[in-house]
């Protein structure tokens, strides 16, 4: 067998667009844009919003898509409403925020392999998506950055679905929360 041809085989048996495999190489054509088993570049961590009626702070690890806060349709005074909210940790106890990660949400018909929205986590590890016209429920999720967690490549993608009630990842109950109280344990992607 002539060696070109050898070398051409060996060639077209490499897959792209692999598990883990970076998106960040300025083409959204790649795939059609699909991003689903890709890894995305950790972004920059903004500066958290400090609240400052009682508990003043970030607040991170509590459930602000809440009556009376930024549900939608019941915001507290001054408050915008969120569709998603939640905080990313680097340690599954929910002690150590993780800033800069890439969170995505994924509809679970069509095309289920283009993220439709997405956040990057702040420095408290805080993570906001606020277009309230997403309603087309149930929706899929992971959170990202290339080279974080080795076991899973980067990604850490939700095991089930998030249904209208679930909104609201640090609630507790069914959703994630952190220690000592929690109930599931809190999103997370190791360093």
């Given amino acids: 067998m002539p060696k070109y041809l050898l070398l051409i085989l060996f060639a077209s048996a490499c897959s792209v667009g692999t598990y883990g495999e970076s998106m960040d190489d300025g083409d959204d054509t790649m795939m059609g844009g699909d991003d689903r088993n890709l890894c995305a570049n950790r972004g920059t961590a903004g500066t958290p919003y400090m609240h400052t009626s009682a508990p003043t702070g970030p607040r991170s690890g509590m459930g602000c898509v809440a009556a009376a806060c930024h549900l939608a349709g019941n915001t507290g005074a001054g408050a915008g409403a969120f569709a998603y909210a939640g905080t990313v940790y680097k340690d599954l106890n929910g002690t150590i925020p993780n800033g800069g990660v890439v969170v995505r949400l994924f509809p679970s018909t069509g095309n289920t392999m283009k993220s439709i929205a997405t956040a ?25 950055a290339c080279g974080a967690d080795g076991a899973v490549m980067g990604i850490r993608p939700m095991v089930g679905s998030i249904q209208r009630a679930e909104a609201n990842c640090n609630a507790g109950n069914t959703c994630h929360q952190a220690a000592p109280t929690k109930t599931a344990t809190p999103v997370y992607l190791m360093d």
């Fill in 120 to 144: 990057i986590s702040d420095s408290a590890g805080n993570f906001i998506i606020r277009d309230t016209t997403l309603t087309a429920f149930p929706y899929n999720t992971d959170v990202t």
